[in-house]
């Protein structure tokens, strides 16, 4: 591999890891506003906003675990026919 290709390779991986930053925050901030949403048409208190908040930092945490899960994976994939490539 040659020094730009490793470069940009690394590059792809910095944008993919700093990307996952923004996943849980997101699920945090999309379920306060759909808590939020119910709350005004069911004219309930701030309990709705609350665990729609909570369930999409759950739901982020899940889809980050799961977005590792697939990168390691398709690590050990490439590594390993690194290996059987004269």
């Given at each position: 591999?040659?020094?730009?290709?490793?470069?940009?390779?690394?590059?792809?991986?910095?944008?993919?890891?700093?990307?996952?930053?923004?996943?849980?925050?997101?699920?945090?901030?999309?379920?306060?506003?759909?808590?939020w949403?119910?709350?005004r048409?069911?004219?309930?208190?701030r309990?709705?906003?609350?665990?729609?908040?909570?369930?999409?930092?759950?739901?982020?945490?899940?889809?980050?675990?799961?977005?590792?899960?697939?990168?390691?994976?398709?690590?050990?994939?490439?590594?390993?026919?690194?290996?059987?490539?004269?």
């Open positions: 591999m040659r020094r730009g290709e490793k470069q940009s390779d690394l590059w792809a991986q910095i944008g993919f890891y700093t990307s996952l930053g923004f996943i849980i925050p997101g699920g945090v901030v999309a379920g306060y506003i759909l808590g949403f119910l709350e048409w069911l004219h309930t208190g309990v709705i906003t609350l665990l729609f908040a909570f369930l999409g930092a759950a739901g982020g945490v899940v889809e980050v675990l799961q977005i590792l899960l697939r990168a390691e994976k398709r690590a050990d994939r490439n590594n390993s026919d690194a290996g059987t490539k004269p």
